[in-house]
């Protein structure tokens, strides 16, 4: 890596400055209900106030980016669908036929469709972001999945939409994905990056049988084996047997941190890409809502090493960012709650005996 | 009981039609997504689908009761807040200021006030529906709550608010309360008619200390033991140591279920209002979301009991209908999800190898 833009914006990342949180806590506690008794809604408003750095709050402005990628390891039978949907799936977001686009109007977000490296082309597409690295990965089962200095690449092309998008005043950003074969990427990234066993983070992705599910972990040893992934180099790792895609979100987390905005994240696959992030600097952390808990197991199992607890546990795993929506959601009703409340003394009401 | 307006509710009463299921089950398939990846949105839409009975849906009409009401078991100080505050929060629902108000508007919801039992006056009030049925409960420590028709008529003016709704087009309801010593009642009716102990089913409420814990503890036993409810008859249950907002929920429910539209059951003192309509009735299981799990302890015991999954886990303690009103956007996502997605082939995607 060279003092390049990644180099760069992990430089200008900081922890939040935790010093509005007792006026947030006083604020909370001063709302007509018992301190606490709107639980996580009072630690979403909390982190998000921490994150703008001041104690009054305005309705979050929300984009999600949607990133789409081609994945070579689809060679190897991963994946239930044909590697042709993830260009298919693309134009059905782009006319907004998806559930992305559905969830994305339902949360009042904006929804970004990104081609950073579909095997096809896609620049006739009205409403599609070409920022092609390369036409999908290469397959990670005989070799490294890209060039070091493609994930480089990738992951700034997620600094660079992350910053426009912050130019643009967006105030909260959702990450999703959509790439046939990612799900077995992002497992390969999560075993190498923590000790979670290949059977323990394996899961169907978009249905796969028990079969389907025994050739994933098996391609997984072999991809790891054949690239010996440095567990010590996170952008080693996302090279080698990661995704574009993954590497696109791994970008707008870094650029939306060091912007100080908060940023979604949705299930599986974009956890993988946060691990990343968290790998490269631990500092992103306070700028993380983990939106969801898929039912793609291995992301329980990912969390829980991690000691997150997501916001919603709703059985999703169709990626895409339909979590990071729902959540946003969910962020939005927490910073109504603290802007829009009654004080106990503003509405006489009796305190705590 | 006389075959009054609550028996001929419980006839009314009838299991959803399940033969539009396979219908929805293969429009859910064909929309662009791998069939089941959404989860708990699939059989929200499913579960609102076989309520309505037809397989076309429309965006739910929402309202929520929030019905408020006095415990004479406060005498034996088992609430961190004086019992003023149930009027003074009557007042604050009814210029907008409480949670469920803000997260009401969140919703789309319109959020009603009932004064189903408040020991106070609040006739001058604009914005609160007055259907007192006495000033409080008397103390279940030293003897029954209230009458047994005192409780059929409470259940029958929840019924009566859930016709008037229908009639006006509301095709998804909400249940919430505020009672400033219903954690204790509702603890006595789950305690009563599942087979929970006391201490696995009483918590901290609005934040009482480990002696007030305790205190609930024993009124609940002493209130069982000098009441005797019979656990067979759980209008019994609910006049001996239940409360009026409690049987205004349970009616509400009631006539929800016999009109054939849904309802939406908050946290814990909701989710005894709920025991009872389903003791008394246990087709209404069809019509019934319940929202979330409470923060407080018993919530979870109970629902365990009764094999329900609830739709989200927020660490809420608030009651109000706070949860209600959240599970009710997720209802609409789901709906919107069913309505707005594009087909497999409308959109040009492949489908599963």
Do not use: W
């Not at 992990?10 to 506690?29: E, F, G, M, Q, W």
């Not at 006319?95 to 109007?105: D, T, Y």
Request: aromatic share 4%.
């Amino acid at each position: 890596m060279n003092d390049s833009i990644l180099q760069q914006t992990l430089h200008r990342i900081r922890p939040t400055d935790k010093t509005v949180s007792d006026a947030v806590t006083a604020h909370l506690n001063d709302l007509t209900k018992p301190p606490g008794s709107l639980g996580r809604l009072e630690s979403l408003a909390t982190q998000y106030a921490l994150i703008t750095g001041a104690p009054e709050l305005s309705l979050p402005r929300k984009r999600i980016y949607t990133f789409a990628a081609d994945h070579g390891v689809t060679e190897e039978n991963v994946s239930a669908y044909p590697k042709e949907v993830t260009g298919q799936m693309v134009l059905n977001m782009a006319s907004g036929g998806a559930a992305i686009n559905v969830l994305g109007r339902h949360a009042g977000a904006e929804v970004f469709v990104v081609d950073i490296g579909v095997d096809g082309d896609l620049t006739d597409a009205d409403n599609v972001i070409t920022r092609k690295i390369r036409k999908g990965t290469a397959n990670m089962a005989t070799g490294p999945a890209m060039r070091k200095s493609e994930a480089v690449k990738a992951v700034e092309v997620g600094i660079q939409l992350a910053t426009e998008a912050v130019q643009d005043g967006v105030t909260l950003i959702g990450i999703g994905e959509m790439g046939i074969g990612n799900s077995t990427a992002a497992a390969a990234i999560i075993h190498t990056l923590l000790p979670c066993s290949v059977n323990d983070i394996v899961g169907r992705g978009t249905g796969v049988d028990d079969d389907g599910m025994k050739r994933k972990a098996q391609v997984i040893v072999k991809a790891v084996s054949n690239n010996r992934p440095d567990a010590d180099d996170a952008m080693d790792v996302l090279s080698k047997v990661g995704g574009l895609e993954i590497a696109g979100m791994t970008g707008v987390i870094l650029g939306t941190a060091a912007a100080g905005v908060g940023v979604v994240v949705d299930g599986f696959i974009a956890t993988s890409a946060a691990l990343v992030a968290l790998r490269l600097c631990e500092d992103v952390h306070d700028y993380l809502f983990f939106s969801h808990c898929s039912a793609e197991q291995g992301h329980g199992v990912c969390l829980e090493q991690l000691n997150i607890h997501p916001i919603l546990d709703l059985g999703l795993r169709l990626g895409e960012g339909t979590g990071a929506a729902l959540a946003m959601n969910l962020i939005d009703a927490a910073v109504k709650i603290y802007n829009e409340m009654a004080t106990f003394s503003g509405a006489g009401v009796s305190g705590k005996q």
